[in-house]
């Protein structure tokens, strides 16, 4: 199948921090596969991460690492459209355009708006509140069917298809109505030393999260402290068993099993072997990949031309539906 024959899949994802695996486990890992199946666009959405304050350096330097671990983990710019947002202005310029089409009202009932604004306390930025309508544009552009995203995204998901629609309704047909793209296999990786709660690169405890960067040593380290319980059977339990029944979902995604056989497998260990055997797996599987981001970053003359060629590839499209808006709503092209 060429590429036009296939459905687009279009998903964006935060230069924040370092990606955990949990991303990998949960998502990146998952997009690797999706490539070869759907005609993909995947975005760094640094327009995004300025809607909160950012420190410049940082947020280059984060950008830069965030597009040289997603190919390290294997994307192929052969098979994936991988770009970073503000490379392709019309990202901007729509998002202006459906402004003018979202009410207030929408806006601020998106529960992410709420949690995000409270945190950070009296002065909220415009563009914080406006982060689903430049979500919405992301999409949009690519007339994308699917849209692979967390749980914690499908109110944006139907905010842009709500705007979406009404933009048809109004003119005529300009958008594909976008679904959320919910696979059942993405692993939900837990805290490593709060079980019950999802592993993230925000967490304050290091010792929670493992890093895709991290070293062998520190990944020993971290699994090694990882909160159990005070029973002493490897048996899969989420809610009994948190703590364990994460270590086998963790065993399970790295050496690409099944938590059935994960379980069989560890289950005469004592839960100081299991952390070893699961620490053991990550950095095998992980090794691959650091390797590879190593290199990467060390040559970024080549990052920055796979930059460019995605964004100009990613450009191509979004200009000829950026276009059709524009006409439709009454402003005259230039020439
Ligand atoms: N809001 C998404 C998140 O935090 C990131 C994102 C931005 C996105 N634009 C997107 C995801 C477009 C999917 C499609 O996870």
């Known amino acids: 199948m060429n590429n036009t024959e296939k459905k687009v899949m279009f998903s964006g994802i ?45 947020l280059r330097g984060k950008t830069m690492e965030c597009y040289a671990m997603l190919l390290a983990a294997g994307l ?37 708006y709420k949690d995000k604004s409270v945190k950070q306390g009296e002065n909220i930025r415009v563009a914080l509140f406006d982060y689903p309508v430049l979500m919405a544009a992301d999409i949009l552009l690519y007339q994308a069917h699917y849209v692979p995203v967390g749980d914690d995204q499908r109110q944006h998901i139907e905010l842009c298809r709500d705007v979406a629609s009404r933009f048809n309704n109004m003119y005529s047909d300009t958008f594909t109505i976008p679904e959320g793209y919910y696979p059942k296999t ?15 690169k925000s967490d304050s405890n290091e010792n929670g999260y493992i890093s895709l960067k991290d070293k062998p040593e520190v990944i020993m380290r971290k699994f090694k402290r990882a909160v159990t319980d005070s029973d002493a059977s490897v048996i899969y339990d989420e809610d009994k068993k948190p703590g364990i029944s ?27 072997d299991l952390k070893i055997r699961v620490a053991e797996a990550v950095i095998e599987s992980l090794k691959p990949i650091q390797s590879e981001f190593e290199y990467l970053m ?6 920055e031309e796979y930059m460019q060629k995605g964004a100009q590839r990613a450009e191509a499209t979004a200009v000829k539906t950026l276009n059709k808006v524009q006409k439709k709503v009454g402003l005259i092209l230039r020439k």
């Open 14 to 58: 935060q230069p924040s921090g370092d990606f955990t695996i949990g991303n990998y486990f949960g998502a990146i890992k998952n997009w690797v596969k999706l490539q070869y199946e759907f005609n993909c666009y995947f975005c760094i959405v640094d327009l995004h991460a300025l809607t909160v304050p950012q420190e410049p350096a940082v």
């Open 186 to 200: 993405g692993a939900r990786i837990m805290s490593l030393s709060e079980p019950t709660n999802k592993m993230s």
């Open 298 to 303: 060390k040559d970024k003359k080549l990052l």
């Open 246 to 272: 994460n270590l086998l979902q963790i065993y399970a995604s790295a050496t690409d099993s099944t938590i059935q056989k994960a379980e069989q497998e560890c289950r005469a260990l004592s839960y100081a």
């Open 76 to 112: 192929t710019p052969d098979n994936t459209t991988l770009f970073v947002q503000s490379h392709v202005p019309a990202h901007s310029e729509l998002a202006w355009l459906l402004n003018c089409g979202t009410y207030m009202g929408e806006l601020s009932r998106m529960t992410q």
